[in-house]
């Protein structure tokens, strides 16, 4: 499942051991070709990884406090801490080796 962020509140995900941050939006075409993939991808690793959509309109301050430049761009945080970050689509195999060598 991927879990939508509002309100800039980032409170849960950094609760988590692991936590992929997509930050993105609605009028992004690659944005959009990417979300079917981390909705697989969460499902896939689910207990291990917890994705969270991150619309970067109407969380600004979340973008400017990671520095998102382009989108769609991918945080991970470990720990609550940010411990990668990678931009544009990606296909879900190359995103299964991002957050495997971020661990």
Request: hydrophobic share 45%; glycine share 4%; charged share 25%.
């Amino acid at each position: 499942m991927v879990n939508v962020i509002s309100n800039n509140d980032l409170s849960e995900a950094k609760k988590e051991k692991l936590a992929l941050l997509d930050f993105s939006a609605t009028w992004c075409g690659p944005c959009s070709m990417l979300a079917p993939v981390l909705k697989e991808l969460s499902e896939e690793l689910a207990g291990e990884v917890a994705v969270y959509s991150i619309d970067v309109d109407q969380n600004p301050q979340l973008a400017i406090e990671y520095q998102i430049m382009n989108i769609p761009a991918l945080v991970l945080l470990k720990d609550g801490e940010k411990a990668g970050m990678t931009v544009g689509f990606q296909p879900k195999e190359s995103l299964k080796k991002f957050i495997e060598e971020h661990r």
